[in-house]
């Protein structure tokens, strides 16, 4: 049987994997399929699929866009992506701006608080355009200022503490317009762990396409409740480890692992789109 990992990320966001590196881990794994997805970014999109090409593994470009609906933040996958769509390029560059300024905006907050963290300490080690806040956490590991990742969020980072700074995100129902008109599929990700079910109607109106029913922060239990609701709204069913590498405790690549028949599903669904998008242009 074949099965595909379809949540990635490389050190093109808060990994710590090259793409390269990300796809061995994927081989050794005996995975059939990976998807980057990168947080809003796309860059690691072109190496990993050359990497893979070489391996013939299945490749399919992606990126995790940071989304909110009606104060609800909600992450959202978008598969199968030109990563050279000018549009979808633009909005994604003003993102990682977001990112950058929030960045220094959270150093200046640890300043305050006494902790003698540079912000030029954190560029460096994220050296990506899509810098967030592991990279801090990992940066006052670093410089020790703290001894661990998990401290770093619980005592400053996670929402609610003292160095948490709110990101502008992007409506939900926009980045889903955004996948789409860059190719895409867009699909909720971890619904169980952002508590998002109660916008799920809201999305699939708006033309959500899929919802990652397997993620490593997901139970048996809450795998089978977000198939039912799969099944309900006639959605698409993926699935991923959210691999950061190095960034969290160990590296999860190949820990969930997708059955490639919801592969196969996904590439009809994008493939009917554009014989649609085709007719529509005839
Ligand atoms: P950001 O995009 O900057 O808000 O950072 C989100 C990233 O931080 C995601 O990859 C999360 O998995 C990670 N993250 C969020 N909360 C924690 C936590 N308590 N411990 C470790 N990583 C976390
Ligand atoms: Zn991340
Ligand atoms: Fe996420
Ligand atoms: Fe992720």
């Not at 940066?139 to 400053?156: C, G, H, P, W």
């Not at 926009?174 to 996948?179: H, K, R, T």
């Not at 089978?224 to 698409?236: M, Q, V």
């Not at 950061?244 to 059955?259: A, D, Y």
Request: hydrophobic share 40%; glycine share 6%.
């Amino acid at each position: 049987m074949k099965f595909a990992d379809l949540h990635l990320h490389t050190f093109f966001s808060d990994g710590t994997f090259t793409p390269e590196e990300l796809v061995l881990r994927a081989q050794k794994a005996g995975l059939a399929c990976i998807a980057l997805t990168d947080h809003d970014s796309v860059e690691g999109c072109e190496r990993a699929a050359a990497a893979c090409t070489n391996v013939q593994m299945d490749f399919i470009a992606g990126a995790e866009l940071t989304a909110e609906h009606e104060d609800t933040e909600v992450h959202i996958l978008g598969y199968f992506l030109d990563t050279k769509n000018p549009v979808l390029l633009k909005r994604i560059a003003e993102f990682q701006s977001v990112r950058h300024n929030r960045i220094t905006e959270m150093v200046a907050a640890l300043n305050k608080l006494g902790i003698p963290l540079k912000a030029e300490a954190v560029f460096a080690l994220a050296n990506c355009k899509s810098p967030g806040r592991p990279h801090v956490a990992r940066a006052l590991v670093k410089e020790k200022l703290i001894d661990n990742l998990d401290e770093a969020f619980e005592r400053y980072l996670k929402k609610g503490r003292p160095a948490w700074v709110p990101k502008t995100k992007m409506s939900a129902l926009e980045s889903v317009e955004l996948i789409h008109q860059a190719g895409g599929l867009a699909v909720m990700a971890h619904p169980g762990l952002n508590r998002t079910d109660d916008i799920i109607p809201a999305l699939v109106k708006a033309g959500l396409d899929g919802i990652e029913c397997f993620h490593t922060k997901h139970s048996t239990v809450m795998a089978e409740r977000y198939l039912e609701i799969a099944e309900k709204y006639n959605l698409l069913v993926t699935g991923g480890s959210d691999c950061h590498g190095f960034s969290k405790k160990q590296p999860l690549i190949g820990t969930v692992r997708l059955p490639y028949d919801h592969v196969e599903k996904l590439k009809a669904k994008v493939a009917e789109r554009k014989s649609e998008t085709t007719d529509k242009h005839r």
